[in-house]
């Protein structure tokens, strides 16, 4: 309903874009069931990806941030496969043919492989000359094959790199708080965009805080994967601060990046508190839908 309400009609991008959704889901519900995130049988963590991604209207038609936020759900996917293996190249090596198919579209995913370096070296303890370099293989992989398809069809002109055009100056810190924040195309964050970031933002420091403070329940390894979701959350996060002007890409992969806390927070805490913060973070959650589908309708208008 989410998905049909800002057109009223099967708009096939929104319908291609609800299907790479629904992949993403299985993606992550696959990580959980495989990798036991969650010590209790659950789905919330499928659940919190739906919700979120349901309620960002820019999400909605295939496009960069629902393509990115596919890509990096499945990198975590396969990066979580190398933790302790002899021999981890193969998962390290579609781990970051996946960061860098990404990089394509959206270029802050280039640098996120030294985050995947550091995660499988510190986290995974499994980076080790063949992982080191199998990633590196993973992620110029689709840089060969688009250089070999750019000579054969005499567009050489495309191999420029996208990387200093998106870290452009004018991105960082374009606020304007001084300006109305309702329609100003290029001029800051509108009022949904700040108010969906700032409840993002606070659901996943939410769910760090709950897990810092209960993760010796939980296993060595399980332990290991949520802090690489937590350095995520937080590098993410200081991204969209400093360059809100990739405010819908960087949402995009901090929404997959939480909702593991997310869920642990919720799934594992049972308090008063919890549930009366459960029950506001639903009527949240309901008001930022109407607000990006209210600004989606009348953006299309």
Request: net charge neutral.
């Amino acid at each position: 309903m989410l998905w049909w309400l800002p057109r009223r009609d099967f708009y096939l991008p929104d319908v291609l874009g609800f299907g790479l959704c629904l992949l993403t889901a299985y993606v992550v519900m696959e990580t959980n069931a495989r990798q036991h995130l969650i010590r209790i049988r659950t789905r919330l963590m499928t659940c919190v990806w739906l919700v979120l991604s349901a309620s960002l209207a820019f999400m909605h038609p295939l496009g960069e941030p629902i393509a990115v936020a596919a890509l990096l759900a499945t990198a975590y996917m396969l990066l979580f496969r190398c933790y302790q293996r002899n021999r981890p190249e193969a998962f390290a090596f579609h781990a970051f043919l996946m960061l860098g198919i990404g990089s394509f579209v959206a270029p802050i995913m280039l640098p996120m492989a030294v985050l995947f370096f550091f995660h499988l070296g510190i986290f995974l303890r499994s980076l080790t000359w063949r992982s080191f370099w199998a990633g590196v293989l993973g992620l110029v992989a689709p840089y060969w094959a688009f250089a070999v398809w750019c000579f054969l069809t005499g567009n050489t002109d495309l191999l420029m790199p996208p990387l200093p055009n998106e870290l452009d100056h004018d991105f960082f810190f374009n606020y304007q708080l001084s300006a109305p924040m309702w329609t100003q195309p290029g001029g800051g964050l509108s009022l949904a965009e700040q108010f969906s970031a700032g409840l993002v933002v606070l659901l996943g420091l939410v769910g760090i805080v709950h897990f810092l403070r209960t993760n010796f329940d939980d296993k060595i390894r399980v332990r290991m994967m949520l802090y690489i979701y937590m350095v995520q959350t937080l590098l993410l996060t200081a991204f969209l601060i400093l360059q809100p002007g990739s405010y819908e890409t960087t949402m995009a992969l901090l929404v997959v990046s939480v909702c593991p806390l997310v869920a642990h927070f919720f799934s594992l805490s049972g308090s008063l508190l919890t549930t009366f913060f459960f029950l506001l973070t639903l009527l949240l959650t309901a008001a930022m839908s109407v607000l990006n589908l209210w600004m989606t309708s009348f953006s299309i208008s």
